[in-house]
């Protein structure tokens, strides 16, 4: 018997996962992520046409002003349109369970039978959770749309978090030239270690290493940063 309550507490323990989904942290990592890599594509790649220190900072702050506000759109609308979409299906299985509760009631007892339930017990479950109809609304969406309906995203909130993030991964190569900085490589440094940092922070929501998720995001921005810095000094010849 303690040998059994001691293997249940080993694995309550250490049956634990990661988190999905993601939760906050991928959107924001990711928001700051694409800040980071745009503006700092954009900056060098100005910086490759030679042009002065005042031109840069206002193409920095340009970039991140553009970036946030169109994220921030993009997401708002995004989510909204989302949110709409799964209020108007949710109304129509809200008319569906007040026309038709016993056909929505047996849809519910076959769904738990296809999952290996017995019948009879199956209907009893049915029967029990459509005795109330928001219970029987919140389990058919959630067995039928696959979306909780107490937990549908804010398009606010999405739009908010959208700018926040993608403004404070832009400002960072920005940020050397607002502190008086005159050459292009106190940015790209600053900009390569918040690459390094948020590729470090997605391995939470990933099986791979921090160092290894740290210096692939690292890779990819920093190649993306020479390469528009090419193509800026060669258009930048060409004018």
């Known amino acids: 018997m303690d040998n059994e309550a001691s293997l249940h507490g080993a694995h309550r323990d250490n049956h634990t996962h990661r988190d999905v989904n993601g939760g906050w942290l991928r959107p924001a990592v990711f928001g700051a992520m694409d800040g980071l890599v745009s503006n700092l ?92 109809p928001e219970l029987a609304l919140e389990i058919h969406a959630r067995e039928e749309l696959g979306i909780d309906p107490d937990d549908l995203p804010s398009p606010m909130v999405a739009a908010v978090s959208s700018f926040g993030s993608f403004a404070l991964g832009a400002l960072l190569p920005v940020l050397p030239y607002l502190l008086g900085a005159t050459v292009l490589w106190p940015a790209v440094l600053l900009a390569l270690a918040g690459l390094f940092a948020c590729g470090a922070l997605v391995a939470r929501v990933t099986a791979r290493s921090w160092w290894f998720s740290g210096l692939r995001q ?14 800026g000094a060669l258009f930048g010849a060409a004018v």
Do not use: C, H
């Open 41 to 132: 594509s954009l900056m060098t790649g100005v910086a490759g046409g030679s042009v002065d220190r005042q031109t840069l900072v206002i193409t920095g702050l340009a970039g991140l002003a553009a970036g946030a506000f169109s994220m921030a759109a993009g997401e708002y609308t995004s989510v909204a349109s989302q949110r709409e979409l799964v209020q108007a299906e949710l109304e129509v299985e809200r008319r569906e369970l007040r026309k038709y509760p016993k056909d929505e009631m047996a849809e519910l007892a076959e769904l738990y039978e296809s999952r290996g339930v017995e019948p009879e017990l199956a209907r009893q479950v049915a029967e029990q959770l459509s005795k109330d």
């Open 218 to 231: 690292l890779l990819l921005g920093g190649t993306a940063a020479a390469l528009t810095y090419g193509l």
